[in-house]
């Protein structure tokens, strides 16, 4: 079974993905973090929402320690993290998917790191490509199955907040090669590389960015850009994402499972048809018979192996 853990950013406050979840409060050396557990497809499956229910949690404010902590805690190995985005880049227009690739940190006042405690002693991580390749590419191919103009590179830039950026700002950073302005995905992406978790991102272009939009921003035109329909495309793509991770021999044993179920009854199918038109069912059942036992054998020996490899 794989942990897989969605952080959701604005608009993905709910963990709808998730079947029979509970609600945990996990408590961590920087404080507690509100954790969804749930099933899917096999997976075990932690949903966090980034700014907490009902959107009270400021980016500068969002306990990223507690949450990364918490995650690693359960056991967590991939993290899919969604995140609302104003764009620099003419190309990259509202409505769209970019799944990033770098990032450029601007943020001033968050503690960026586990490693701040002389007990834990020193450590400084490899950053250079901030999301995991792999991931991303997951990501990518569950993109590939919606209608959602999407882009497979991109680089987010991390402001501070909460204010939005002046237009000189943004100036600034497209002259940098940013592509995307946030203000959540640092120190995430840091601290889940700290913790040894694999983390992707996938942003959501809310607005064209200040300066470059023709009205003033704010938080509610960012909220409202996050409509049903891209709050569902997301939700599609969370989905997707869990179930690419789905194992293969989990998937082969449910497979058969079906293919078992279908076969018990078109058995009773057939036998009722002979009982009725020729009654000379003992021939055909006895072949049947075999057939199914083989079924039920190959079947388990499957279920086993599974126990084995998750
Ligand atoms: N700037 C910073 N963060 C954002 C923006 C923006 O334009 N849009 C959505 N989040």
């Not at 229910?53 to 056991?75: C, E, F």
């Not at 390749?133 to 590179?153: A, G, S």
């Not at 921003?217 to 994402?241: C, N, P, R």
Request: aromatic share 10%.
């Amino acid at each position: 079974m794989r942990k897989i853990a969605i952080i959701g950013g604005t608009g993905i406050y709910s963990p709808e993905t998730l079947q029979c979840f509970e609600e945990k409060v996990i408590q961590t050396p920087y404080g507690a973090a509100l954790c969804n557990i749930g099933t899917m497809c096999g997976n075990q499956v932690i949903f966090i929402t980034r700014h907490g229910v009902g959107h009270k949690t400021a980016p500068h404010k969002v306990n990223y320690r507690a949450n990364i902590w918490a995650l690693k805690s359960l056991g967590t190995e991939e993290i899919f993290a969604t995140t609302a985005v104003g764009s620099l880049n003419p190309d990259m227009e509202p409505g769209h998917f970019v799944v990033c690739d770098q990032v450029l940190d601007f943020t001033k006042s968050r503690i960026n790191t586990f490693y701040d405690n002389p007990e834990r002693g020193v450590a400084h991580v490899d950053f250079t490509n901030p999301y995991c390749p792999r991931l991303r590419d997951k990501v990518i191919n569950c993109l590939y199955k919606t209608d959602i103009i999407f882009h497979k590179k991109g680089c987010y830039v991390c402001t501070e907040g909460p204010r939005f950026e002046t237009a000189a700002e943004i100036k600034m950073f497209a002259m940098l090669g940013g592509d995307l302005v946030g203000m959540t995905n640092m120190p995430e992406s840091l601290l889940a590389r700290e913790a040894e978790m694999c983390y992707t991102n996938c942003s959501i272009v809310t607005n064209m960015a200040a300066g470059i939009s023709p009205t003033p921003l704010s938080h509610s035109e960012v909220v409202e850009a996050m409509d049903k329909s891209i709050t569902m495309i997301t939700i599609g793509t969370i989905k997707g994402f869990i179930i690419i991770n789905t194992n293969p021999i989990t998937f082969c044993f449910t497979l058969f499972l079906i293919i078992g179920i279908i076969l018990f009854y078109t058995y009773y199918l057939i036998c009722a048809f002979f009982h009725i038109f020729f009654s000379c069912i003992i021939d055909i059942r006895s072949i049947i018979n075999s057939v199914i036992i083989y079924i039920t054998f190959v079947s388990l020996e499957i279920s086993s192996l599974s126990h084995i490899h998750t």
